[in-house]
């Protein structure tokens, strides 16, 4: 059963610390996608790539965050330094895009800053 | 950027009555419209999706329709059961779905035995 892995499930870290997200994605999917789920403002789209290459990170807070995909069974969110308002769950998602459109999401990653 | 609004933001339905959710979408060139299902503490599942060229689709007892014209679209859930409860998104995306989803802000549906 092919699956989308991040870890952790949950981080809790003190503001101001560095934070990493890793994703595996679904074996064989060339597009890779970051949401962030909070209360306030649903499910958002940080950043994506497609066969590793960035292709959008309009969502994303650029002097905080950065997403990057140093191989194709790897894709990492950080943020540095982290704050209370990036509590949130972080989201990977995964799709070969190509005669179908489905995106596969991961379980998430529960951060919080305190 | 797209914008998608959704309504209602929560929904009590009595099991066994019909459900409907509505989607609206600002972008005209929007051609990709998928239903996520989300359970509590649990990642968005989809369960159903429509292209631009189609105007209706269904499958079991979910269904979608689109209105390009009027830029809006709906789930219908027949027959609704307790596991039904959970938490639905609407989104719209571009290229097929190829270029990340712009969500709705969901709808939480109520199953009452």
């Known amino acids: 059963d092919a699956r989308v892995t991040q870890t952790p499930r949950h981080k809790v870290t003190e503001m101001g610390q560095e934070v990493t997200m890793r994703c595996q994605p679904i074996?064989?999917?060339?597009?890779v996608f970051w949401y962030r789920q909070t209360m306030m403002q649903g499910l958002e789209l940080l950043a994506y790539f497609r066969n590793r290459a960035p292709l959008d990170d309009s969502g994303m807070p650029k002097d905080r965050f950065s997403a990057e995909m140093p191989d194709a069974t790897l894709a990492t969110l950080k943020i540095q330094p982290s704050e209370p308002r990036d509590s949130a769950v972080y989201f990977c998602?995964?799709?070969?895009?190509?005669?179908?459109?489905?995106?596969?999401f991961g379980q998430g990653t529960r951060l919080t800053v305190v | 950027g797209e914008n998608v609004e959704q309504h209602p933001s929560t929904l009590s339905v009595q099991e066994g009555d019909s459900a409907v959710i509505k989607c609206t979408y600002s972008?005209?060139?929007?051609?990709?419209f998928p239903w996520y299902k989300q359970e509590l503490g649990k990642r968005p599942q989809l369960i159903i999706d429509?292209?631009?060229?189609?105007g209706e689709k269904k499958d079991q007892r979910i269904a979608v329709t689109l209105n390009k014209t009027a830029k809006h679209f709906s789930l219908h859930i027949t027959e609704t059961q307790p596991e039904d409860s959970a938490v639905y998104f609407c989104?719209?995306?571009?290229?097929?779905?190829?270029?990340?989803?712009?969500f709705g802000k969901g709808t939480h549906l109520i199953i009452q035995p």
């Open positions: 074996l064989g999917h060339n597009t």
């Open positions: 972008d005209s060139a929007s051609n990709y």
């Open positions: 989104a719209a995306s571009k290229g097929g779905g190829a270029d990340g989803l712009t």
């Open positions: 429509i292209r631009s060229n189609v």
């Open positions: 998602a995964s799709g070969l895009l190509i005669g179908n459109t489905e995106a596969f």
